[in-house]
């Protein structure tokens, strides 16, 4: 489902968001994801935000990590939320579980796509649940850097991740940076 909502005319611009409930991890040529931000696009959208980790099946529904479910940076399903992004001509804010390939360390990583397809910028999920059906802290690390204003957007943008925004923190960090709004993709059902 795609839902396009007016963002409030924040700073003196206008921007308009598509969020979009659907999730993609059996879309391996991005076909479905593409059509989905076109469907944005034509409903006047100017930026797309996808749920939590959407190009991959629910990890964290079991306590033990899979190798297939990570990649490396600018892997393959970044690469399609790249690409679907120039397709489409829509911004889009969409994650990945990226591996450290010094490391081997996991984390839930958020994106912001521009229009073209640009990787503008990012951000590691901090705060990571533990409990049934969100084992997370079983799948990746926490992040370990504080959230930062999105410089290129016109509006003054933070990024967040889920239980995120549970917490002040973050809110309080981009707020000093003069964040006027926050993008938080999430995976939790509406009821919770």
């Not at 797309?48 to 959407?54: M, T």
């Not at 990590?65 to 969409?94: F, Y």
Request: charged content about 25%.
């Amino acid at each position: 489902m795609t839902d396009v909502v007016a963002a409030a005319s924040l700073s003196d611009v206008d921007m308009r968001i598509a969020l979009i409930s659907e999730v993609f991890f059996d879309d391996p040529d991005a076909a479905h994801l593409t059509d989905a931000l076109h469907r944005a696009r034509d409903g006047g959208a100017d930026l797309a935000v996808l749920p939590e980790l959407p190009l991959n099946e629910w990890a964290p529904y079991s306590k033990v990590s899979k190798e297939e479910d990570a990649e490396s940076i600018d892997g393959p399903r970044q690469q399609r939320m790249s690409e679907a992004a120039a397709a489409s001509g829509v911004a889009l804010v969409a994650g990945a579980i990226v591996r450290d390939e010094e490391t081997g360390t996991r984390y839930n990583t958020a994106f912001v796509y521009d229009r073209v397809g640009v990787r503008r910028a990012s951000h590691r999920k901090v705060h990571l649940p533990e409990e049934e059906g969100y084992w997370e802290t079983s799948q990746y690390d926490p992040g370990d850097a504080a959230p930062q204003l999105i410089d290129w957007l016109p509006l003054r943008a933070g990024l967040q991740i889920c239980s995120d925004v549970n917490r002040p923190q973050g809110f309080q960090l981009l707020a000093a940076q003069g964040t006027e709004f926050v993008f938080a993709p999430r995976a939790t059902p509406p009821g919770s």
